[in-house]
């Protein structure tokens, strides 16, 4: 699900990371609501570091300029966690459809 997004010049899209961000975390806390045995660590330690791609994403965005190393970087960064979180949520067809509908928000 890469969506080839490092190459783009245009302003870096905060609003959507941070809206997939905030999807990531929902993730995270309904996966922590399970009953222990129902819960997946392997989930969990997946959408940790899906939240610090994010998270790394948006502090590159905020400080460096598009066409820069840093602003490719917070594109690619951004990229990489919402492939990641697509393959997370695939079973899920109503969050999946969530996360691609934000996603496409990357793209603009």
Not at 49 to 77: M, V
Not at 86 to 106: F, P, Y
């Amino acid at each position: 699900m890469a969506l080839g997004l490092a190459r783009n010049t245009g302003p870096f899209p905060r609003e959507a990371v941070r809206d997939l961000l905030g999807i990531t975390r929902a993730l995270y806390r309904a996966e922590l609501a399970l009953a222990e045995e129902q819960r997946e660590p392997a989930r969990l330690v997946r959408l940790v570091e899906i939240g610090k791609q994010y998270r790394l994403a948006l502090e590159l965005g905020n400080k460096c300029n598009p066409d820069t190393i840093g602003g490719r970087a917070a594109r690619s960064w951004a990229d990489t966690a919402t492939a990641a979180l697509g393959e997370v949520v695939a079973e899920s067809d109503l969050v999946a459809k969530a996360v691609r509908a934000t996603a496409r928000r990357l793209m603009r």
